[in-house]
């Protein structure tokens, strides 16, 4: 569904922060340059989604380095990561620094994982649940979402909000 959400983030004329897996950049590089040329901020998911906590070091290290591979350079300083499901322990959290890594976590989730209806989603992100400098957790995929989401970036802008990237809303 990637170019669908592409096509409706054009319509809206909003760019994005994607999380990518580096399975699916290596399966479809074609889509990976769309969203470079669209202008969205690309970042690692990890390369197969497995949970950082449970795995080792080494197994870590080459999570990120294939990532990093398949997404290839990125104009950040720093390459930015979103553990997958979250999860994090003072383990992988050295791990990620240490890498150079930029860490990115959310401050409203929209639950669209588990909320199969657009209006559901929608209204977890209403203004009224959102304070300046909030980092929604969105999914790419579902169709739900999609039909949500200009429910969501109409009611923040008629609200007065500026939807930018993550590196955007923190000068990187």
């Known amino acids: ?8 983030l ?4 909003v760019r994005a ?3 990518l897996i580096g399975r699916a ?5 074609a889509l990976l340059r769309e969203y470079v040329r669209r202008g ?3 970042g690692g998911h990890g390369y197969d989604h497995t949970s950082f906590v449970q795995l080792r070091w080494r197994g870590l290290r080459e999570q990120l380095a294939r990532t990093a591979t398949a997404i290839g350079p990125q104009p950040t300083a720093h390459p930015w990561v979103r553990p997958p499901y979250g999860a994090l322990n003072a ?3 050295g791990q990620l620094l240490v890498s150079g890594s930029t860490v990115a976590l959310w401050s409203l989730d929209s639950l669209d994982f588990k909320l199969h209806d657009a209006n559901e989603v929608a209204l ?3 203004p009224d649940r959102v304070a300046p400098g909030e980092v929604i957790l969105l999914h790419e995929g579902q169709q739900w979402t999609l039909d949500a989401l200009p429910r969501i970036v109409g009611g923040l802008r008629d609200a007065g909000y500026e939807l930018v990237t993550m590196a955007e809303m923190f000068a990187q």
């Open 25 to 29: 950049c290596e399966k479809e590089p």
């Open 40 to 42: 969205h901020q690309l």
């Open 10 to 13: 054009d319509e809206l004329r």
């Open 17 to 19: 922060t994607f999380f």
């Open 1 to 8: 569904m990637t170019t669908a959400y592409l096509r409706v």
């Open 91 to 93: 383990r992988v959290l």
């Open 124 to 126: 977890q992100c209403v």
